[in-house]
């Protein structure tokens, strides 16, 4: 199966290039620059939350509230406010530069059980494949984040294209 059969509308979660083309992923210079948000949400759904979370004013929904979000990626400094005010989980911060072998990424999780500080997790890419192993640095839990726990893990530097979250344990 070719990359553009595997999209959004075909296996339910949307493809890179898809992704590329939308205006809430940022682009491959700023990708790797810091911290930055990347938001997949390509689908025209009424929602802004993301919007209204970000103090930086990075986010742009606007009127009609069916645009994508817009991510003004000189704006973002990566703050990872509005990953759990995000009802769709479709937010997560990521930093290329953490350290000279690995990346961050600071990731919404809604299962439990949770992981612990420290512990060694299996790290998945869109399709929810296992692709390497992370290191959990912070389990976020507080309550401005609405019940939904913002979890911090390392993990490889080549593999930061991939990555998007966790595998549940
Ligand atoms: S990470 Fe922080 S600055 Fe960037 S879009 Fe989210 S809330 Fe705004
Ligand atoms: S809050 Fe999430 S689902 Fe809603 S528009 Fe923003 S990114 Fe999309």
């Known amino acids: 199966m070719s990359s553009t059969t595997n999209c959004l509308k075909t296996i339910g979660s949307p493809s890179l290039e898809e992704l590329k083309g939308s205006p809430g992923f940022p682009d491959e210079h700023h990708m790797k620059k810091g911290p930055i948000a990347i938001i997949e949400c390509i689908e025209a759904i009424p ?3 993301c919007e209204t979370a970000c103090p930086k004013g990075a986010i ?3 009127h009609p509230i069916t645009n994508l979000p817009t991510l003004d990626v ?3 400094i990566g703050c990872g406010l509005c990953i759990a005010a995000c009802p769709g989980l479709a937010i997560y911060v990521k930093d290329y530069t953490y ?3 690995e990346a961050l990424i600071v990731f919404p999780y809604e299962y439990y059980p ?3 500080i420290g512990d060694k997790v299996t790290m998945v890419n869109r399709r929810g494949a296992e692709v390497c192993e992370g290191k959990v640095l912070k389990i ?3 309550e401005k984040n609405n019940k939904t726990p913002v979890i911090s ?3 490889p530097k080549k593999h930061f294209e991939e990555i998007v979250s966790m595998k549940r344990i």
Do not use: W
Request: hydrophobic fraction near 30%; aromatic fraction near 4%.
């Open 140 to 142: 976020n839990l507080s």
């Open 153 to 155: 893990v390392s993990f």
């Open 60 to 62: 742009v929904v606007g």
């Open 99 to 101: 350290s000279d072998t």
């Open 47 to 49: 929602c802004n939350p």
């Open 114 to 116: 949770l992981p612990s």
């Open 74 to 76: 000189e704006k973002c």
